[in-house]
């Protein structure tokens, strides 16, 4: 048995350009810690049209026993819909634990919908909507 000592799985949410009202919403019912990186202040600016600048990369929430992260909808050919704007988020680890999850995963996973692990600025990204539908994220440690 393989054991995954560096990796996490939350809850995921996104959003259609009011992720930080609606985090800091939820952070006002929970309370917790609530951290919020938006597109102008990470490397991604450089990649992405001004008009995007102001959305959320990332936001995470954390509570003593809640805890879920969320982003703006930023993807440049799919809309969101009921269905596809909740999904399961796993972060950290390293490129290889990453691959073999994404891989596992990606068996009857809708082609049209399965963008493969590749490194961006900010360390490895891939996403997939397995063979349920259910819709994973995925970042961690870029390849070696």
Known sequence: MYFYNMLN???FLLFDG???EAMTFYQSCVNGELTITKIADTP???HMPPQ???KVAHAHLKSSSIEFSAT???HPKRAPKPGNTVAMYINGGTYNELRKIFDSLATGA???LLDDLQDM???TYGHLA???GVHWFFQGGKAA
């Open 9 to 11: 799985l939350t809850p």
């Open 18 to 20: 009011n992720c930080a």
């Open 44 to 46: 991604m600016k450089n």
């Open 52 to 54: 995007q600048h102001h």
């Open 72 to 74: 703006d909808w930023l």
């Open 110 to 112: 809708d082609k049209e």
């Open 121 to 123: 600025p900010f360390g």
């Open 130 to 132: 397995d063979r349920y």
